[in-house]
């Protein structure tokens, strides 16, 4: 079941990770670094190709009130994706480090989709929740779970709301 199927919980950003699909882990070795990576995140409908090659997983963090949905893509839209993200990127891209990963994105083939939802409470309206967005959500589960899933694969992190790759 998606996230989005929840009630409780509210969509608010997505973030991307680029990278080889030769790189793309199996279903097991995704559950062992996120199950690494912090011991307070619960798993859900975890999914596997034939092969057993990772396909999407919810994480659920309670304590930080906050949920993600990932799942993988590739083929030539994840090309075409990561060719726009290098147009849009390239004119602020000033730093070193920030310009080799640029140039690395028109060539990734694959990519995982980060879909951070917050978790609202069931006396939170909706005005309420906007209100209460920073003071609830912490965005650690999401930054923690972005850093593991980029050293796994060697790819680049990607949040085009701010145009930021990480």
């Known amino acids: 079941m998606s996230t989005f199927e929840r009630g409780e919980y509210k969509w608010r950003e997505t973030y991307f990770v ?11 070795k995704m559950e062992r670094v996120l199950r ?13 190709d034939k092969d057993g090659r990772f396909e999407s997983i919810t994480v659920l ?6 949920a993600l949905d990932i799942s993988y893509e590739s083929g030539e839209e994840v090309l075409e994706q990561g060719a726009a993200f ?9 730093e070193p480090d920030e310009r080799v990963k ?4 028109p060539k990734c083939d694959a990519r995982f989709d980060l879909l951070h939802f917050e978790h609202m409470t ?11 967005f920073d003071e609830m959500l912490d965005p650690s589960a999401l930054l923690i779970v972005l850093d593991a899933l980029v050293e796994l694969t060697g790819g680049v992190g990607v949040d085009p709301q701010s145009g930021t790759l990480l």
């Open 122 to 132: 069931a006396s939170e309206a909706p005005a309420e929740a906007d209100d209460e």
């Open 36 to 48: 690494n990576v912090g011991d307070h995140f619960e798993f859900s409908d975890a999914r596997a």
């Open 86 to 94: 290098f147009q849009e990127l390239k004119s602020s891209a000033t």
């Open 61 to 66: 963090a309670p304590d930080d009130y906050a």
């Open 18 to 28: 680029l990278f080889d699909s030769g790189k793309r882990p199996s279903l097991k």
């Open 102 to 105: 640029l140039a690395r994105l």
